[in-house]
């Protein structure tokens, strides 16, 4: 099977036999590899892309070579998936399935640092991307599975060129995935015992969250007050339609199934209702640290944007400190 799947975050396609499948639910009610456990245990996170579209396309095609017996997949996937602490659980269960599995980092992730020159992305986006080809024979059972890995970076030229099969093959150095993370790229373990020894972060922090998303920050994070509350005024003005501000502040439909802006929880005419009724909409106008050393002003309600996090955000309605730190460091 090959493929070149959808990368969507928020799924186009919601069956409950694929989430159950990715649950390690097989359509009989039998037990199949889970991408949310690892080594018989729930990975207990709260904030993952294993309900992405590339995801399931991946555990579909797992399905079918797992009840073949034998198969090959070769897919182009996002290259999140071979070192994100989140796709653990995927990539143990790849290894439970696949004899061999070749992986090709293609960079050009855009957020990684390296200037854009350095390592172009293969196609036009802006995660970086991989190659994986991964192989089971029928008289593989049992046998500890092959993981190899290379990775190629420079211009977008250069990579296509080193694909062409007329080109020598790829330099396929070994890996040795290792729980409990499974990473099918090259990890000097060397300070991984020191590294466990210290203290984990949700231990001493129990109070915490992923950062706040607004999921429409053209319309609710402006660059000073007093165009944030024109902003607000315009939402609330019923001589204002509907559509004209979709076209303006929502121009990219994100579901086929909504109005422009609308999604499965937000409504842009229930939002307006709202904002009609209250007495001071100046009042919803807070600040936020839009990025590092970069302070706005933002419409602050829980029915203005997506994900508040008020489990951490109402601790910033007094004066507060917060420690802000990445899970995983870009490669």
Known sequence: MIGNPPYRGVSASEHEWIARLLQGIGPAGEERASYYHVDGRPLGERKHWLRDDYVKF??????????CGAGAVAMVLNRGFLDNPTFRGMRAGLMQTFSQIDVVD?????????APREDESVFATAQGMSLLIARRGRNDNGAAPTVRHAVLQGARADKLRRLEPDQPPLDLAPVEPQPPLYLFCPHDAARDDEYAAGFRLPEIMPVNS?????????AVIAFDRAELESRLAEFADPLVADDALRAKYFARQRSVKYA????RGWKLTAARAKLQAL??????VQ????RPFDERPIAWAPWLIDWPREEVARHFQRPNLALVCRRQMLR
């Open 279 to 284: 007495p001071d909409r100046a009042a919803l």
């Open 287 to 290: 600040t936020c640290l839009y």
């Open 58 to 67: 991946l555990r579909l095609a797992q399905y079918h070579v797992e009840r």
């Open 210 to 218: 992923t950062a706040v998303v607004t999921a429409r920050d053209k």
């Open 106 to 114: 293609l960079g050009g992730n855009i957020k990684s640092g390296h």
């Open 260 to 263: 422009a802006g609308d999604t």
